[in-house]
């Protein structure tokens, strides 16, 4: 029993306490908090079972809806801690391979107003062209349903900005070519885009 209860004590003490040393295993000092609270009431059942003495009325009870409430409590900031360092290794995988990524155009009636590190606007001269604008040095990230998701190709997290750009007929995104028609391995010419 005296081992089992040093045992919580040290763990949860660890998870609480010294967070940093875990730094490189997301959740882990949540899960030592779990653990370690875990280890009480185990710890209290072989005190009892050994002595005899059974604890009377509802202190059972309420010693082990406290360890659920307190051990589930670990679990989920466990969970949280874990899928927020995927998420962050995620985004700094994506930050180092977007200037590498393809780039997409955007035409449009009006000036958006974009201005972005690496984002050239040019207005279009030509008397007779239905879309005035054009944005070169952007990313495309998500098209769902609905707005298109861009990000500049000099993108950080730590000043960037992200684009979110309504469907409509005012805007155009245009992308490169995935298949090449130009035969296997020959990347498409600079200036044929595909209408998205």
Not at 40 to 64: D, R
Not at 85 to 96: D, I, L, N, S
Not at 140 to 159: A, E, H, N, Y
Request: one cysteine or more.
């Amino acid at each position: 029993m005296p081992v089992l209860v040093s045992l919580g004590l040290v763990l949860v003490l660890a998870g609480l306490a010294a967070p940093a040393l875990f730094h490189r295993a997301a959740g882990l000092p949540d899960v030592c908090v779990a653990l370690g609270v875990l280890l009480f009431p185990v710890a209290e059942h072989l005190h009892t079972s050994l002595s005899g003495k059974q604890p009377a009325g509802v202190v059972p009870v309420i010693q082990w809806t406290l360890t659920f409430v307190l051990a589930s409590i670990g679990l989920f900031w466990a969970v949280n801690d874990y899928s927020a360092a995927v998420g962050e290794a995620g985004g700094y995988e994506y930050e180092t391979k977007l200037r590498t990524m393809p780039e997409t155009v955007v035409s449009s009636t009006r000036d958006l107003g974009i201005r972005a590190p690496d984002v050239t606007a040019t207005p279009c001269t030509a008397p007779d062209s239905a879309y005035r604008f054009r944005y070169d040095g952007l990313v495309l990230v998500l098209q769902p349903g609905g707005p298109s998701f861009l990000l500049p190709k000099g993108w950080t997290r730590l000043d960037g900005v992200a684009l979110a750009l309504p469907r409509s007929g005012d805007v155009r995104l245009l992308t490169p070519r995935i298949a090449s028609p130009y035969g296997t391995g020959d990347p498409a010419p600079p200036g044929d885009l595909r209408d998205r």
